[in-house]
């Protein structure tokens, strides 16, 4: 009884699951850390290594919704990364045109994105996987190698504490807030859950489907440019090469999140929990002494687990209609 | 200026296929047309497109004495044309008030939807209709398909059209009192209604007139008060009255001689779905007819016997022994083939070569050592291909380059070649040339001489009597009377669906009372 009404909620609730997942992994690695995880400190080093993520999953999020995948993630980031350690932004004021600077690339990114995919029809993975090789390929055009500085502005600006809150808090919030926003309380949200749920049954709705399906994408490239910002921040150097492992542990990030691979159902928090669960994760398997090698079979372990519970859940309240 | 929708001579076609020539009808302020025709008469092409979702290739289409064009569903809502949809069109993961305030949700300053707003608007939309038994906040996932359908309806309501297209909306409706008041309160508003049925009964409840398509063609558009049924199930079905059919070498058919010939298939009280129950055999050699109207339930007995839909009650036995049919490849392990009816989606592979879409049934029997060699395939098809005269310079093009006509052979060499006992044959003339009706016709007679058992629907009912040994007919999911070879005529099949019809139709007006009743 009680699992069948834990599983209904989250069935109901896709996020769920990680949130709970969430809260009980940080009390066995507040547990094996002792009280150093609890300080403001602690905290900031442990939202750090994950707010990049976060926000990656969150660009992949808003594609996912619509029943496509956006493999130029790891690109933007890439080009983004690479453009912030070579121009030589300086400053305060630096760090604010860096942030322009990465918007506009994400957004070239997204567009190109987005034509293809919602006006010209092309297979969303074939395109963005063009893209993704090509961002990333100008990034090696512009610097062949790992190295540059990325400005101390952005790289110790967004990684510290402001006065005793970590400064990675003052951002995800905010942001995860204005994504949930912009996807459940706007007609370009709920346009982007309706096509991922039915695409003619949301045309039939008077969606413009199209319309709403390019500003998905032009969304994911802006957020995917911001991601590129964070992950600068957190290495504090350039790297032109796109990282695979990255794009892939967002991917997991949005599944664990409790956002359907279909389209049409997910949530950001789920999402936004879900790269944060990724990184404690790493940071409680190495705490209690188990070997880094084991950490991707825990990943992977956890990332079916969470789609099971979710599936479970739809599985047995779809039971229970069918019974009724 | 009297006509709401002027349509004339409007054709379509796709590919070699004429789906619509020289439709043309007109329907007035406050009328209700209900429009009838058999599966594939073009129905769906014309609701298609009223909505802008197909072009029509000519003709001209009129709204309200304009010149009516639209390139798709919002144009066609936006110059007054709304449908409530068979494959309904609402959000399943949405909840009743969004989708009912879709596409244009009410906002703030700041573009934030007003969900209370939206939900306020919801109740009160509903309350308009006199349903009170929905909650706004629920998710469309969570309501019942009947609950569904009355959402679907009332969504093409409230966008107050002129022109209202209802199709098929009735299927899952439980309370149809609750549309007939809804549409008599638009016929008295002056707006116009096509409504598209199978249900005679449910046309002359609400239409004053209807218009008959078959084949593509308007068979003729008829005041209802003045037509009987028997007229328009006339009207309906035959859609090639010029198919001449060679006299059956024996009209009492072998099987049916020798009383005690072994009964191959037999299926007894079988239940799937609302289908059933069932109960009726076929002998070796046997081929026995099934004749319906449209949607009688038809499908649901060939999928189960298929081994696709579930069988909930009853048993089947197959050379006496019975048989769970749990899925299609059991149900091939038993020795039943099935031609589904949509060649394109549950049939052939398209992107396969011809010769591979035909072996693929009995792939072991065209490879060595797991390898599949391209003679030895040819050579294994030869004799289907030849049987179901499907030219061999077919064989190595991909399927989808053959016309439907020859596809449809591929379709049924590939059942012969698994080397079935019995064949379930679901219309399978149905949108292909004379010449292959022709072979088919021949195929389904030499198949019943070789000795195997055979289950054959069709639209067709010149065809079953020409080809079956006997006939079941269907009507509202039951077998509701057989005829056998002596008095296999078309009339007699007309006479017992007439009767079926006007049976069920004393029934289901004693049943409708009693709900309102209980509503009360």
Wanted: aromatic share 6%.
């Amino acid at each position: 009884m009680v699992v069948s009404s834990a599983l209904s909620l989250y069935s109901r609730s896709p996020s769920s699951v990680s949130i709970t997942l969430y809260i009980v992994m940080f009390v066995v690695y507040a547990l094996a850390q002792g009280h150093f995880v609890t300080t403001p400190y602690g905290l900031s080093v442990l939202l750090n290594n994950s707010i990049a993520l976060a926000v990656g999953a969150t660009s992949l999020t808003f594609v996912v919704l619509t029943g496509g995948f956006d493999l130029s993630l790891a690109g933007t980031v890439a080009l983004t990364n690479t453009i912030l350690s070579v121009a030589g932004f300086k400053g305060v004021g630096g760090a604010l045109e860096a942030l322009v600077v990465v918007c506009l690339v994400g957004a070239i990114v997204g567009t190109v994105n987005g034509l293809l995919v919602a006006y010209y029809k092309l297979q969303s993975i074939a395109v963005t996987l063009g893209t993704m090789i090509m961002t990333s390929g100008i990034a090696l055009f512009m610097l062949n190698a790992p190295g540059g500085t990325v400005p101390d502005s952005i790289a110790y600006g967004l990684t510290g504490l402001l006065g005793p809150v970590p400064v990675a808090i003052i951002i995800l919030v905010p942001f995860t807030a204005a994504a949930t926003v912009l996807l459940n309380y706007t007609r370009f949200g709920i346009g982007v859950f309706a096509i991922g749920q039915d695409r003619a049954a949301a045309r039939a709705s008077g969606v413009n489907v199209e319309w709403t399906e390019f500003r998905a994408y032009l969304t994911a490239g802006i957020v995917a440019g911001l991601s590129g910002y964070l992950v600068s921040a957190e290495t504090g150097t350039g790297d032109p090469r796109f990282d695979a492992s990255f794009l892939l542990l967002a991917f997991a990030a949005v599944a664990i999140g409790g956002t359907s691979f279909r389209g049409g159902r997910g949530t950001v928090i789920g999402s936004v929990v879900g790269a944060g669960l990724l990184e404690l994760i790493q940071k409680t398997l190495f705490a209690v002494g188990v070997s880094s090698f084991f950490t991707g079979m825990f990943e992977g372990a956890l990332m079916i687990l969470a789609v099971l519970v979710g599936s479970l859940g739809s599985m047995m309240a779809a039971r229970r209609s069918a019974a009724s | 200026m009297d006509e709401v929708l002027h349509i004339g001579d409007l054709a379509k076609a796709f590919g070699a296929t004429q789906a619509l020539k020289n439709i043309s009808f007109d329907i007035a302020r406050g009328e209700a047309r209900a429009l009838l025709g058999e599966n594939g008469a073009g129905k769906s092409t014309c609701v298609k497109i009223l909505n802008g979702l197909v072009r029509p290739d000519s003709g001209t289409i009129r709204l309200s004495g304009r010149e009516y064009r639209p390139s798709g569903l919002s144009d066609a809502q936006k110059a007054g044309v709304s449908t409530a949809f068979q494959e309904l069109s609402l959000l399943p993961d949405l909840s009743v008030a969004i989708n009912l305030a879709m596409p244009d949700l009410p906002t703030n300053d700041f573009n934030i939807v007003r969900f209370e707003e939206v939900r306020r608007r919801a109740t009160a939309t509903l309350a308009g209709y006199h349903i009170f038994d929905i909650d706004p906040a629920s998710l469309i996932s969570s309501l019942t398909l009947s609950d569904k359908q009355r959402l679907e309806i009332i969504r093409a309501l409230s966008r107050n059209p002129t022109l209202l297209i209802l199709d098929e909306p009735t299927a899952a409706l439980t309370d149809v009192g609750w549309l007939y008041e809804r549409i008599r309160a638009l016929k008295a508003e002056g707006r116009a209604i096509l409504f598209i049925t199978h249900r005679l009964r449910e046309a002359r409840d609400l239409c004053e007139s209807a218009t008959v398509l078959r084949n593509g063609e308007v068979a003729g558009t008829v005041n209802l008060a003045d037509t009987s049924d028997n007229e328009l199930f006339r009207l309906m079905i035959g859609r090639s009255m010029g198919t001449a059919f060679a006299e059956r070498p024996d009209k009492t058919g072998p099987a049916v001689k020798d009383e005690k010939e072994k009964i191959v298939l037999s299926v007894d009280g079988l239940r799937s779905g609302a289908f059933g129950p069932a109960t009726f055999s076929i002998r070796r050699g046997e081929v026995v007819g099934v004749a319906a109207l449209e949607g009688q339930g038809q499908r649901v007995l060939f999928n189960a016997l298929a081994g696709i839909a579930r069988i909930t009650a009853g048993e089947v036995r197959i050379n006496g022994k019975s048989v769970k049919l749990g899925s299609p490849a059991v149900a091939k392990k038993h020795g039943i083939s099935f031609v589904p009816e949509e060649r394109k989606e549950e049939g052939l592979f398209f992107g396969l070569l011809t010769r591979a879409n035909v072996s693929i049934s009995n792939i072991g029997r065209v490879s060595r050592f797991g390898l599949i060699g391209r003679k030895v395939e040819i050579d294994g098809i030869s004799p289907v291909s030849e049987a179901v005269d499907l030219p061999s310079r077919y064989h190595d093009l991909p399927v989808d380059a053959l016309s439907g006509g020859n596809q449809q052979k591929a379709l049924i060499a590939r059942v012969l070649f698994a080397g079935a006992k019995c064949l379930l044959m679901f219309d399978p003339t149905r949108g292909v040339d004379v010449g292959t009706k022709q072979a088919i016709y021949s195929v389904i007679r030499e198949a019943a001489s070789e000795g195997k058992s055979i289950l054959l629907y069709s639209t067709e009912l010149r065809e079953l009597t020409a080809l079956c040994d006997r006939c079941v007919v269907i009507y509202d999911n039951r077998i509701v009377g057989e005829c056998p070879a002596e008095s296999l005529k078309e009339e007699e099949l007309l006479e017992t669906m007439h009767d079926a019809h006007a049976g069920g139709a004393r029934e289901e007006l004693r049943g409708g009372r009693e709900q309102r009743v209980k509503s009360l």
